[in-house]
């Protein structure tokens, strides 16, 4: 499973709020992503990074931040909660040094519900 | 980017049946990965293949990077082969693209 940890597994949350998710790795990989999963869209790229405090943006961006202040934790914010945001999301991890090109795991996922 | 379609869409068999579910991509790739999503919600990586054909068990696959497809095999289908299964397809530094996914029911 890449030892990747997703934290809280399940969060419900008011509209307006901040929320932050973590993803926490425990073998160094390089490259972490964070995906929302919906129904109708599978899943879609949010953020990702290779390397502390280098990350990118993916197709479904807007709303989200994220920063990786060291290579373990990878933390995925809500700047202000919309309903729009419920959704699953899963972390993951590209295990070798080539990025894209090598194998993705992914952690167990993090339902969000914003009422 | 690259676009991923996944068929079927959904498929109904019965315990013992033999399935084949294909990938196709829009262009050609470096990274192609099979996954299962159990009933759970868990991601289990199924098989890593950007080209040529692996097997593990009762399950196989298939890529043909010249033509932009890939196939999953799954013989003698059990019950807890029951879920999702995705296709997700990455090129050069684009980001790893997932199809929409097979829906895969066994039935005892």
């Known amino acids: 499973d890449a030892g990747i940890t997703q934290s809280p597994r399940h969060k419900v949350t008011e509209t307006g709020t901040p929320v932050t998710l973590r993803c926490h790795q425990t073998?160094?990989?390089?490259?972490m992503y964070w995906y929302r999963q919906d129904p109708g869209h599978g899943l879609r790229l949010i953020h990702y990074?290779?390397?502390?405090?280098?990350?990118d943006k993916g197709e479904v961006s807007d709303g989200y931040s994220v920063s990786r202040s060291k290579t373990e934790d990878f933390l995925l914010t809500l700047e202000s909660a919309t309903s729009s945001q419920t959704s699953v999301y899963f972390c993951a991890v590209s295990t070798g040094t080539g990025g894209w090109e090598t194998e993705a795991f992914f952690g167990q996922g993090t339902r969000l519900t914003v009422v | 980017g690259i676009q991923v379609e996944q068929s079927p869409p959904d498929l109904i068999l019965q315990e013992g049946a033999n399935s084949t579910l294909r990938c196709n991509f829009s262009?050609?790739?470096?990274?192609l990965q099979w996954f299962h999503q159990n009933p759970w919600g868990q991601l289990i990586n199924l098989f890593y293949i950007p080209s040529g054909t692996k097997q593990n068990g009762r399950l196989s696959a298939t890529t043909v990077a010249t033509e932009r497809y890939s196939l999953l095999y799954i013989s003698s289908s059990q019950t807890t082969d029951s879920g999702v299964y995705f296709c997700a397809g990455g090129q050069g530094a684009q980001k790893l693209v997932f199809g929409q996914g097979t829906r895969l029911t066994i039935n005892p």
């Open positions: 990074s290779y390397g502390v405090k280098d990350t």
């Open positions: 262009d050609s790739v470096n990274n």
């Open positions: 073998e160094n990989h390089r490259y």
